[in-house]
């Protein structure tokens, strides 16, 4: 044991000369052995990692708390029977050094050769360890710093230099397409150069080994970004004219006020953000977004972007700078109406400058039995043009009943809908805004057909298409088709009608016969946040005037 002890502790002082104490010859002994004793040589040298104190499974007395520098390197004697050894160091931890074997990509580590068996990996110039049962082997110093590492050559290029976006794109997987509006998408490219036992599992993204790029187009032309993963993943919005609003974790902090907000453009320019606790008046417009601090717990905080100020202010709504707070669910559309639910069956809205509330459980609803329930809002559930200023939908969760609660007049009333599975929810809500349509028919001079289209709604009456059709045995005969308030196209027609009336003059080369049967049809139509039922006028006979 004595003779062991003084090996390691001239293994000790070689390293320190070769790691930057004092300096040796360039053919020392040591380099000369550990290329003679079998190590491989793109393990030698110097290699460096930056390891924070709490991911170490045993801390070594006098480690920094905050991440410290350890530095590693493989020696050609110091082991057993003088063989190879494997030495690391920290200016606040001190040294430490065991026997290696190395076999290929295998390394046995210390006396332990029963249990401390790893596997060893370079990618892309980094080094990385990995026990093959760590739960048979004891948690020493020397393991838990090497495993905890991403060894790195000194003077090595950073992540960024070595994966400029435009590399990651093209080595790395394309993940979804994600639309943002009519003409503007984005989509992740997402390469890891970790270790096959950290990159094995896609799509799960993984940290710190991914890096990602951010494609966005618009209108054609595309641009790359940069990303950074860390705690949270990229939060990618439309914001505005052909950009995006963007959120990401580049130092891992896993802190919002650590985060990295930026508005890019699709000219290729980016606006970084200063997030500023000081909340500005909740007033919906079109510089406002709802970001998401985590996917599970719903941190959801409506801010306001200042790109002339470059910074990002939350809304005067109770708690909502508050990032610790959990449990709030934003509407999706903020640019046009500010409301929010939370998970305890209470919904909120912005009512000019006051902030009003309803209940939406009833005490009969069994609602807080389980520890899922919870009333909550998703953006997917709505469909395009659905929501507009003053509706609202939040679903409750009590146990195994689903239960949609829908306003469509600013909270004045709300409706109870029951649903089996969220994917019914979307049909559910056009059901909840269809509206009846009447149709009436006349005529004019001789050949001049023209009506109104009546409805509860003026989306279902203005601009509406009316087609006038002639009965005949098997399929009527189209005469023509015309929007409400608008000119026909034929005929001497003067003015333009009525915006909720109709006319439809047939062309000449249609020929009808007195006593043909004449009547309108308004088809099924989805409009703007509406659905307008189908509508039939009642039947004429052309030609004869007192029908």
């Known amino acids: 044991m004595r003779s062991a002890a003084v090996t390691i502790t001239m293994v000790l ?311 610790d707070f959990a449990g709030r669910y934003w509407g999706p559309n903020p640019g046009e109406y500010l409301w929010f639910a939370y998970v305890n069956c209470h919904v909120f809205w912005i009512d000019g400058d006051a902030l009003k509330s309803h209940r939406l459980c009833s005490d009969r609803s069994g609602f807080g039995w389980d520890r899922d329930d919870r009333t909550y809002v998703r953006r997917e559930w709505f469909p395009d043009g659905w929501l507009e200023p003053g509706r609202m939908a939040v679903l409750e969760r009590a146990g195994k009943w689903l239960t949609l609660h829908v306003s469509l007049n600013r909270g004045a009333s709300w409706r109870r809908v029951r649903v089996r599975r969220e994917a019914e929810i979307p049909d559910r809500l056009w059901t909840l805004v269809q509206y009846g349509t009447s149709l009436t028919i006349a005529k004019d001079l001789e050949r001049m057909y023209h009506g109104g289209v009546r409805s509860k709604v003026e989306p279902c009456a203005v601009g509406r298409r009316v087609l006038l059709f002639e009965q005949q045995p098997g399929r009527d005969r189209e005469l023509g088709v015309i929007r409400s308030g608008t000119v026909p196209p034929r005929g001497n027609f003067v003015g333009r009608p009525p915006k909720k009336d109709w006319v439809v003059i047939p062309a000449q080369s249609i020929r009808l016969r007195r006593g043909e049967r004449i009547y309108a049809l308004a088809p099924r139509e989805r409009r703007t946040g509406y659905v307008c039922r189908a509508a039939r006028s009642k039947v004429l006979r052309h030609g004869i005037t007192n029908d």
Not at 57 to 66: D, H, W
Not at 297 to 308: G, I, K, M, S, Y
Request: charged share 20%; aromatic share 8%.
């Open 13 to 323: 002082a070689l390293a320190l000369g070769a790691c930057g104490g004092k300096q040796q010859p360039a053919n020392s002994t040591g380099v000369q052995l550990a290329r003679v004793a079998g190590i491989p040589e793109d393990l030698t040298g110097v290699w460096k990692a930056s390891i924070r104190q709490d991911d170490l499974e045993a801390i070594p007395p006098g480690l920094p708390e905050k991440s410290s520098v350890w530095t590693l390197k493989f020696l050609g004697t110091g082991g057993r029977e003088n063989g190879p050894s494997v030495f690391v160091a920290n200016d606040g931890a001190g040294e430490f050094a065991a026997a290696v074997a190395v076999s290929g990509r295998k390394m046995t580590l210390g006396s332990h050769g029963k249990c401390w068996h790893y596997r060893i990996e370079v990618v892309f110039s980094k080094l990385y360890f990995e026990p093959e049962d760590r739960s048979r082997c004891p948690t020493e110093v020397i393991g838990s710093v090497l495993t905890s590492g991403d060894w790195t050559r000194p003077g090595a290029p950073t992540s960024e230099q070595e994966w400029p976006p435009q590399r990651v794109r093209e080595e790395g997987s394309p993940g979804e397409k994600i639309m943002l509006g009519p003409d503007l998408s984005a989509r992740l490219y997402v390469v890891c150069d970790g270790p096959s036992f950290k990159c094995e599992n896609d799509p799960p993204l993984r940290r710190p080994y991914q890096h990602v790029a951010l494609e966005v187009t618009w209108d054609g032309p595309s641009q790359l970004f940069g990303v950074a993963t860390g705690v949270v993943q990229p939060w990618v919005r439309a914001f505005g004219k052909g950009s995006v609003f963007v959120m990401d974790d580049p130092g891992q902090t896993g802190n919002p006020d650590g985060f990295r907000y930026r508005v890019l453009h699709a000219d290729g320019s980016e606006v970084l953000l200063r997030l500023v606790m000081e909340p500005v008046p909740a007033v919906p417009g079109p510089n406002v977004v709802v970001v998401d601090y985590s996917s599970v717990d719903a941190v959801q905080h409506a801010l306001l972007v200042d790109e002339r100020a470059r910074t990002l202010r939350p809304l005067d709504v109770p708690r909502n700078g508050d990032s």
